[in-house]
């Protein structure tokens, strides 16, 4: 079993709920998990962990947080390959194509994808709960 990260950037503390709801599925499994915010976290801490669930909201035009989220995760991504992944958010309009273009750079970045989650708005107990399956999952398969 490996060493998780959970690392998530959160405005309105709708993604902060859903970060809470993936390491308590991933507490499920192994109790080998760190909750960041990105803020407080740097591509030099990765080298400590084996897998990632990133989490960021939809932000403007549907992409990620572009302050502090996106700068991170580029240069993240260039660490990914072969590395479990997971990934989730909210969003309060659009369709979820800022999560549809995170999972294809995160899949180009050769990491292993095990899943996604998104919510509109505030999560509700349906997304609470895929989020809780998402960390599970993630635990699951390192």
């Known amino acids: 079993m490996g060493k998780i990260a959970v690392v998530y950037w959160s405005g309105t503390g709708n993604t902060e709920a859903m970060a809470e709801a993936v390491v308590k599925g991933v507490k499920s499994v192994t109790n080998d998990v760190d909750l960041f915010q990105v803020d407080d976290f740097s591509v030099d801490k990765m080298k400590k962990y084996d897998a990632f669930i990133f989490g960021c909201p939809a932000m403007g035009d549907e992409v990620l947080e572009e302050d502090s989220f996106e700068p991170f995760f580029s240069d993240a991504v260039e660490m990914l390959e072969g ?60």
Do not use: H, Q
């Open 83 to 142: 590395v479990p992944v997971a990934l989730f958010g909210s969003y309060g309009w659009g369709g979820g194509a800022w999560m549809d273009a995170w999972v294809d750079r995160t899949k180009e970045a050769g990491a292993k994808l095990v899943g996604n989650v998104i919510a509109e708005n505030s999560p509700d107990d349906e997304a609470l709960e895929n989020c809780e399956k998402l960390g599970k999952d993630l635990a699951e398969s390192i």
